[in-house]
């Protein structure tokens, strides 16, 4: 019995080689680098690049007029702002007011 424990203790343990174990560390170290650099590094500011529509332009309008409360629109430009931005409207309006300050 004590003979099987010990040859049991001495067989080496092949589930996975050396090389390839610092092969694994070093790729998750690779992909842990991509992931960090692609979530802190600085991006470009993408959406500024863009012209404002038409209904955008309508809207920063009527943002600067309210400044940003959608109760201090008529009736007719709250149901033209839901139309165009749904339940969007009003966080789109108080968007357009604060990026004027």
Not at 6 to 25: D, E, H, M, Q, W
Not at 33 to 58: E, I, K, M
């Amino acid at each position: 019995m004590v003979e099987k424990i010990n040859s049991a203790l001495n067989r080496k343990n092949s589930s996975i080689s050396t090389p390839a174990f610092i092969g694994i560390v070093i790729a998750v170290c690779l992909l842990l680098g991509v992931l960090a650099y692609s979530l802190f590094a600085p991006h470009s500011d993408r959406v500024a690049a863009r012209p404002l529509t038409q209904n955008d332009q309508w809207i920063k309008q009527k943002a600067a007029e309210s400044g940003g409360d959608i109760n201090k629109l008529s009736m007719q430009d709250q149901r033209k702002l839901i139309m165009l931005k749904g339940d969007q409207g009003p966080m789109e309006l108080r968007h357009y007011a604060e990026a004027a300050k």
